[in-house]
């Protein structure tokens, strides 16, 4: 497969290749090329790799050998046509797998579900994920294999993240948006996680150690037990400050602050006016939301139009994170609020 590959001298090859383990970024499913005077190790899809490490590039790596089967649909002895029928991806976080159920397949799901739990190592309970619902995020699972709750640890860029997938807003798709963010922290700034879920970008920021403060804002209590809990093991828990409570609550009465996160993709653009106004001066707004792409470009407008109109403001970037439908994306906006 051709992908993503971090090139680094022989020499320094064993000291990178432990980095990118300790943070999940080297990908186990493909070999390390060995190329002259260097190593060209597989990264994950969402490493985001200092520029000090190495030089990214491009290459086709051959896959690991394995034993059992490369595809948990090998593990279906069922007819090609009704194979083709069968999701091709799945998230895995900690020991739970999650799988979207295409409609005509609900009648096989425990077979599917059967299937999974073989095929993905260290795998205990397999989920039928049916959406993130309700104003506190809480994502509706049906199990369809395995045993226990769907409680568990991510592991994500070198940290260990307290999830339950019932319970509180987590996404296993977002690991590279979350280093991006911590890595455009400077040093002193102040930080709002708002809808922090159970807190992944706070709790990369923390780590990173350059931020004066993190608040981390959420309307499900759950969500920040589950921080906390995350925290708790952590020497950096000091720099975060949880706060249960609505975004209509908190923003109103929130000084300004040099870095604003709003993950709240479906109806976060209602909350750009009055979120906006907690923009420090040159301080950065990152916002995500789900965008058609045939109405992409035209979102610029739209987003920048709902900003504070008493300030300048400039768009530093927009990409896509990852693709959320057939016709639609999850895409990241940053802004960066006028010097007054």
Known sequence: MTGRGLEVPRARGEEVRRRLVERGWLDPRFEILREGNSLVLPLAADAAVPDDWGVEVERAFPPVPRSGPSDYRELLDWPAEEKRELPRSFDVVGDVVLVRMPPLLEPRRAEIGEALLAFVPGARVVGADRGVHGPERRRTVERIAGTGSFR???????????????RAYFSPRLAREHERVAADVRPGDRVYDLCCGVGPFAIAIARDGRARAVTAVDANSDAIALLRATLSRYPFADRVTPVEGRIESFVPTAAPRERVILNLPHEGIKYIPSVARTVAPHGRLY?????????????????????????????????VVHPYSPTSDLVAWVVERGGT
Request: glycine fraction near 8%.
């Open 152 to 166: 568990t640890r991510a592991r994500e860029n070198g940290l260990e993240l307290e999830v339950d997938l019932e």
């Open 287 to 319: 916002y995500y939301e789900v965008a058609s792409r045939a109405e992409f470009e035209g979102r610029l407008e739209v987003v920048v139009g709902a900003l504070d109109p008493g300030a300048s403001w400039a768009v530093v970037d927009r990409h």
